[in-house]
């Protein structure tokens, strides 16, 4: 939340989304507030300080995370910052809108209203559960699972990445994370986000992609699995689409631009929107993503949560995923209140191409993408030419590199793949000589490859 924002909620008053209390106040009390606003519309809680001493502002931010964890389910919040508005220091904890469960205090469910945090009535309880009721697979303990089998390097990267965090061990902060369950075995977010090999447990749980040289599924494809923790399925997705999708030039006015076929950052929220919204209990089924001729589709398994619906998805929000999304947002892969939607149209929209279209199937939810597609002068040779020859994600790399470079020397390909042995380097470009993908050219330290027109 930045100034303005904060300004802006302020100037408003308390209310049905915001709540304002002294910073001294009881993890109890601001528990209530929490579960209530997080059961009505989301909205923020501010923590005013009466000075810039450290302690107080420690103090402060510690009894919040104390209130958020003491709510029934746990809430898992973007992490209290401090923020001053007009000369006033507060700590504010943002509540964010469409979180998955009813949740609640001291063991009683409230709701924002006005300016007060109210019982919940039978009535309105039992609707407010029927609203909302959805699985929560990621919280749940993974069968098996051990904190060994958790990146601990990785989760304090990621603790040190947070500004502002309360002093805490890595275990004690993956759990406020949601990354492992009260007796300390790791959730199924844990191992998704932060486990060392998390198909072991969640075989499913991965990245299917293919580039097919036509409009339809073919005998002729390109193939790639992305496995790993979800941050490293993101980024070997958007490799992947990035190294496959056609590069151009589009010629508009007599100008030249160039650009890919599909706007990266829509490719990127796409990916991300799957991978943080996919329903993890359904066994059996990856995440799709299919680049075709004209179009990309990428599909998740599980149709949309809660009230959400196709026809309302660009207002409504509705978490399946809490831990996933905010963790994924801490990470700067997604936007935590916004899912990204408004900001697809809003690019696409601005390359003159089709609004995304959005699709329910009978088990999972489809985005589809048109790009440029001929409009677009080729600047580079098609991959499919090689299709056939079942290259490795290296030379693949390569060959995007060569397509956007011209050349390709040993030096640069290391770079490319810093973890490859400069052997296998070797034996890579040399087999792409061997099946007249590459020519090599020059000797020593002067070679260097080109494509073998």
Known sequence: MNADEARALLTAGPGDRLALLPAQAAPARLAQTL????????????????????????????????????????????????????????????????????????????????????????????????????????????????????????????????????????????????????????????????????????????????????????????????????????????????????????????TRDERPEYPLPVVRESIVNAVAHRDYSIRGEEIRVLLFADRLEVYSPGRLPGHVTVENILHERFARNQIIVQVLADMGFVERLGYGIDRMLQLMQAEGLPAPTFEETANGFRVTLRGHGDRLIETRPDGFRWASLALNPRQQKALAFIAEHGRITNHQFQELCPNVSPETIRRDLADLVDQDVLIRIGDKRATFYILKR
């Open 35 to 254: 579960a209530a606003l997080a059961n009505a519309t989301g909205g923020a809680l501010f923590m005013a300080l009466s000075s810039c001493d450290r302690a107080e502002l420690e103090g402060a931010i510690e009894r919040a995370v104390q209130a958020s964890l003491a709510c029934e389910p746990p809430l898992v919040l973007p992490l209290p910052e401090p923020i001053e508005v007009d000369g006033a220091l507060y700590v504010a904890v943002t509540v964010p809108p469409g979180l998955p469960h009813v949740y609640a205090a001291g063991g009683v469910y409230y709701r924002r209203e006005g300016r007060e945090n109210l019982a919940l009535r039978p009535q309105a309880l039992r609707e407010l559960f029927l609203a909302r009721t959805t699985a929560s697979h990621e919280s749940l303990a993974v069968a098996g699972a051990r904190q060994a089998d958790i990146d601990w390097q990785a989760v304090r990267a990621y603790a040190d990445s947070l500004p502002g965090r309360p002093p805490a061990s890595p275990e004690e902060f993956l759990r406020q994370r949601g990354g492992l369950d009260p007796d300390g075995v790791p959730t199924c977010a844990g191992i998704l986000l932060f486990g060392r090999n998390p198909q072991q447990f969640l075989p499913a749980a991965e990245i299917l992609l293919v580039r097919y040289p036509g409009t339809t599924m073919g005998d002729v494809f390109l193939r790639e699995t992305a496995r790993g923790t979800l941050p490293q399925q993101i980024l070997q997705a958007e490799a992947f689409l990035s190294a496959n999708m056609r590069r151009g030039a589009r010629i508009d006015a007599l």
